[in-house]
């Protein structure tokens, strides 16, 4: 279990802040039929702003309106309606079979939420880790989680943090900004070799 929640780490930081060409195509080859690029981050056209709050205020998670954007766009039906169906069936294979929709399409959705899954069942670890990794107090690191950024998004934060030099909270606002790990990374010029091995480095610590 160990080995594959290491994978799923390493994939979604590959898929966020690797490299942006050959990469890219070699994983679209294995998933030809991927919803626009395998995206995993949650960005929103202009237009899909104001419905992605009004969602929000109906208590539907950020991750399954993402979900039920890519379903709506698919299927050519409303993410509030996809959203009720999901409600309702708790699974979202089911959901995406009801609208007329791949469910291999949506697979890496599942993937990029057991990553999250990973990394909070390993909170205890990974805290202590980017502490010491980044030479900060625990509780400052804290700090932001209790602002509302995303241990997920702490992790790679930290990372692009470490490797470009500057400031986490520096590398925090630009995210915050609307900026993807992606770009972030490209602005830095960091390689993908690189992160990879840093990703490495907290997967062994995780795994002690």
Not at 25 to 52: I, L, R
Request: proline share 1%.
């Amino acid at each position: 279990m160990k080995r594959f929640g290491f994978c799923l780490t390493a994939c979604l930081l590959l898929t966020t802040v690797g490299t942006y060409s050959l990469a890219h195509a070699e994983d679209h080859t294995n998933h030809p039929a991927d919803m626009e690029h395998h995206k995993h981050k949650m960005e929103w056209d202009a237009g899909e702003k104001e419905k992605v709050e009004e969602l929000i205020k109906l208590g539907y998670s950020k991750h399954d309106i993402f979900v039920a954007m890519k379903l709506s766009k698919e299927a050519k039906v409303e993410a509030q309606e996809i959203l009720a169906f999901h409600q309702n069936s708790k699974s979202w294979q089911q959901t995406a079979t009801h609208f007329g929709v791949d469910p291999t399409k949506i697979k890496h959705h599942h993937d990029w939420k057991k990553h999250h899954l990973y990394l909070e069942k390993n909170k205890e670890k990974v805290m202590p880790y980017l502490a010491t990794y980044l030479g900060k107090e625990e509780a400052e690191l804290n700090g932001y989680l209790e602002e509302g950024a995303k241990l997920h998004t702490l992790v790679k934060a930290s990372i692009v943090s470490k490797l470009a030099g500057v400031e986490l909270k520096e590398v925090l606002k630009k995210k915050e900004d609307g900026q993807s790990f992606r770009d972030i990374a490209k602005e830095y010029k960091l390689e993908k070799q690189d992160l990879m091995m840093e990703m490495k480095k907290l997967k062994d610590a995780i795994e002690k």
